[in-house]
């Protein structure tokens, strides 16, 4: 009996949780469909809560170095209280809401390397908690993101990267404590004034934020150094603005000045 007590105490024999999801791909801003699984243990216990979260990789600075590290974000609640008996098997339905500014995974049809994101469940006894294994999603580019993209890539720009890093972007309202950078190499109109391109989409339910970086080239009459920029782009009205003519009288003017641009 003490063993048993032992047992439990330390977690083992305990409930398990899992999700299935309906389908892995969603948008951010959409949702996530699909149902919670917990399979109850040897022992009965009472569940403080069942909750879902979000978790990806996010790079963090530190003086001269950085590291990696994993961020849960999105968190939900699925339920309250209740009672599991040995065995017993629950299962709750969920939609959950992806935050408005998730890191893509996905663009022009390919996955991203190296990004990792997935759902979680996690379930709370007795102040210990078990978390299921990382379920992983594919976040697809909104309508506002994938015109952008695509009218880059009609420019010339070639996407070479990505990297989801912590911290704000100045003067830019963001909910989440990370931001994702999307890197492309010059077009060849562009490529003797830029080394790089670096676009951050900060999205909420009616406009998506544009900011761009650029890594100016110096010259024997000329400054190297960043540029940077931003626009907003409404989603009603995405379909009714040339982009690629957008984007190109934009980084012509940021060239054009050494400071920021508009």
């Not at 998506?208 to 931003?230: A, H, N, S």
Request: aromatic fraction near 8%; glycine fraction near 12%; charged fraction near 25%.
């Amino acid at each position: 009996m003490i063993f048993k007590r032992l047992r439990q105490a330390m977690g083992v024999g305990g409930p398990s949780v899992r999700t299935v999801l309906a389908s892995p791909d969603c948008r951010p801003g959409g949702p996530l469909e699909g149902r919670v699984q917990v399979v109850g243990g040897d022992h009965p216990v009472e569940v403080s809560h069942l909750a879902l979260g979000l978790v990806t990789r996010v790079g963090v600075e530190s003086g001269d170095s950085g590291y990696d590290t994993t961020q849960e974000f999105g968190r939900r609640q699925v339920t309250g209280a209740f009672g599991l008996a040995p065995g017993q098997r629950y299962e709750v339905p969920f939609r959950f809401e992806v935050p408005w500014e998730t890191p893509l995974t996905d663009l022009y049809g390919q996955h991203l390397p190296g990004l990792t994101m997935g759902l979680r469940a996690e379930l709370e006894v007795a102040r210990a908690v078990d978390q299921g294994d990382l379920d992983p999603v594919a976040v697809h580019p909104l309508p506002a993101q994938e015109r952008l993209l695509e009218a880059l890539r009609q420019l010339g720009f070639r996407f070479v990267g990505a990297a989801v890093e912590r911290g704000h972007l100045y003067g830019v309202h963001q909910t989440l404590p990370f931001h994702q950078e999307l890197e492309f190499l010059p077009a060849p109109r562009y490529a003797r004034a830029v080394n790089q391109l670096e676009v951050t989409f900060v999205t909420d339910p009616h406009r998506t934020e544009v900011v761009l970086e650029l890594d100016k080239r110096g010259g024997l009459l000329t400054e190297g150094g960043d540029g940077f920029g931003r626009f907003t782009v409404d989603h009603a009205a995405v379909d009714r603005t040339d982009w690629g003519a957008q984007l190109d009288a934009w980084l012509r003017r940021s060239l054009a000045r050494r400071g920021p641009f508009s």
